[in-house]
């Protein structure tokens, strides 16, 4: 059995130099020339590929598996990207040093007339702990992470749960970053903002993936044991004073509560985001979705309310057809949104406030 | 003139692939044969370079600049990272295709048994908008930065105001992301958390780099201008009715209110986070961060409140640190801390409050 991949991992050291006006000094050969020895220095062998009208491609590799790609744009555009395998401190102070002759060098060579230079900290990769969860809108960012507490397969989908030294566990269903224990503020979001009583209230919840009832009982299972903080002790007992949770699919639920008459004060979907789709015709999702939205106005008092989350701010689109979606419903509704800071999303994140319009008598 | 680096950027796609066993299939060759082809078809010219006990690196080169890293390593870490210029969407289409070919030639290779497969957004640089700017625990973090409002060198710093679609304009000083116009949260909590009732207090804030009194006289100038959902017009004269703006070294300030007797409800010192420097000894941030608070001290009534911006949550020992200047004061004091969700940080930040010991009689 070889594990050994899962101890160690590869350390990329993105760096971008950019000059003011390269065409000042005819060529990138002098880059190439002046960078050279810092490489050599190193013990690096070098292999040079040369466009012509593109600028150079330059490797250097080094014995012990590590390796740089130099390029040089002939527009004045330098990157300098270090690979290397095993991250360890020295690793990094020995890139710092490298990465300082080149600047310095550059800094020589220009004069000092270099508009920017940018070092990014280092992509870690093939290691135990993926700290990369892009954001809702598709940036790239790194969590804290220190830690996989959870990682199973169910037949729905991937579920990590995974320690982050600032948010506390965070879930991630395939992917995605559905909750962390620092976000209290998307469980408040979802329930209206401190604004609303509660007390003696029916209140029916769809979803809940932060331990909440969702149809994959992997995620409770998970949930229940290690975010604790997010869920309490909710979902020891699926049944509690005054509450029930069922892990069902929840329209035939929704058909046989409407079937009944039975109403509510509150409904909250916290089933799923806005899909990002932004062709709802042909995205069954959305299908789904106005399915849900209906049948939940069926059960939904006069002067109930419904209240969900959209998605990231960014995604005006997918806000905007969720949106369109509402005017298309059995009844007709009025809606108002609200936009919050959820702390582990890096990201600004929309919620929904759905009720019925109420009509003249 | 060359200014076309300007119009253009590097896009650098990062693709990683865990494989669970790779010893069983003996040797890397496997995984080289099997995506030379993917390349070839693409009219890229390869160069292997074999470590033997490292395994391989092969380098694609594509005719218009475009190239790919092929990084095949023994204990079953395959990396392809692809980097071309000039971004356009049919430029992405192409990588999407491409890195789709290798996950699939991958999966019928290993039967299906990879561990993980991961790829991450691009990385744009060289472009006249860096989305890059790191947390300060260190993490990369993409913002969704759409513009460049202001960029200015002053005789103190590198002075940035970026629009972000979803954090409105972001001022950045020398790199550090120091306040967006989304972020209330900071100066609610700086303000005590809208615990305190200013009416008819004596307020001393020092810095404010939210378009605030900062030396930095350009800063002033690019908030006045640039942050006004921030700064109000409170910049355009710096005297008002109840308030009066000094832009001056707030040290010789501090001194003559001290010596004066002119006493505060409340100094809010916005000037500088904690320092991340961990030996207070070698440092003198520390010595200037002490002398302030004794000065701040002084000039504090005895039931006063003195507020303050620590550090992100994660710098712990530097926390530690300047906790522990707190115990070094002339006068005793004691405090409390708070962790606030600033939308634009990325990372959670610590707050202080400091107030004089109460002896008693």
Redesign the interface.
Same mark, same amino acid.
């Given at each position: 059995?070889?594990?050994?991949?899962e101890m @160690?991992?590869?350390c !990329?050291f993105?760096c971008?130099l950019? +000059?003011t006006?390269?065409?000042r000094i005819a060529d990138c050969n002098a880059v190439l020339k002046a960078l050279q020895p810092i490489f050599q220095e190193q013990g690096m062998t070098e292999?040079v &590929?040369n466009?012509e009208d593109? *600028?150079y +491609?330059v490797?250097y590799?080094k =014995?012990?598996?590590s390796?740089a790609?130099l @390029?040089i &744009?002939p &527009?004045?555009?330098v +990157?300098v990207?270090l690979?290397s !395998?095993n991250d360890d401190m020295k690793g990094r102070e020995e890139v710092d040093q490298l990465l300082n002759k080149v600047e310095e060098r550059m800094k020589e060579l220009f004069h000092g007339n270099i508009k @920017?230079v =940018?070092r990014?900290?280092a %992509?870690l @990769? *093939?290691g135990v702990i993926?700290? !990369?969860w892009?954001t809702a809108?598709?940036?790239?960012?790194? !969590?804290?992470i220190d830690e996989v507490v959870y990682d199973e397969d169910s037949p729905f989908q991937n579920i990590k749960i995974l320690h982050s =030294?600032?948010?506390g566990n965070i879930l991630i269903l395939s992917g995605d970053v559905n909750l962390a224990e620092?976000d209290l503020?998307y469980t408040q979001a979802i329930m209206g903002s401190g604004k609303e009583d509660y007390t003696g209230k029916e209140v029916l919840i769809l979803g809940g993936g932060d331990g909440g009832s969702n149809i994959d009982q992997m995620v409770i299972d998970g949930c229940k044991k290690h975010m604790r903080k997010t869920c309490g002790d909710v979902l020891d007992n699926l049944k509690g004073e005054c509450y029930q949770v069922l892990i069902e699919d929840c329209i035939p639920v929704l058909k046989r509560y409407a079937k009944e008459g039975r109403m509510f004060d509150y409904v909250i979907n916290d089933l799923t985001a806005v899909p990002i789709s932004t062709s709802p015709e042909e995205d069954s999702t959305w299908e789904f979705l106005r399915l849900i939205l209906d049948l939940s106005m069926k059960v939904l008092k006069q002067d109930g309310k419904y209240f969900t989350q959209g998605n990231? %701010?960014?995604l005006t689109d997918a806000l905007t057809l969720y949106e369109e979606q509402l005017s298309r419903l059995y009844c007709p509704v009025e809606f108002s949104k609200e936009t919050v800071?959820v702390?582990s999303y890096?990201? +600004?994140w929309v919620f929904y406030t759905i009720w019925k319009k109420q009509t003249g008598i």
């Open positions: 059995m070889v594990t050994s991949w @160690r991992q590869s !990329y993105p971008t950019c +000059l006006n390269m065409s292999t &590929h466009w593109h *600028g +491609l490797t590799i =014995k012990n598996g390796f790609n @390029r &744009h &527009h004045g555009l +990157l990207d690979q !395998y @920017r =940018k990014l900290p %992509i @990769r *093939g993926d700290r !990369y892009p809108d598709g940036r790239l960012v790194e !969590y804290d =030294k600032q948010f620092s503020a990231c %701010i960014n800071c702390p890096m990201e +600004l």
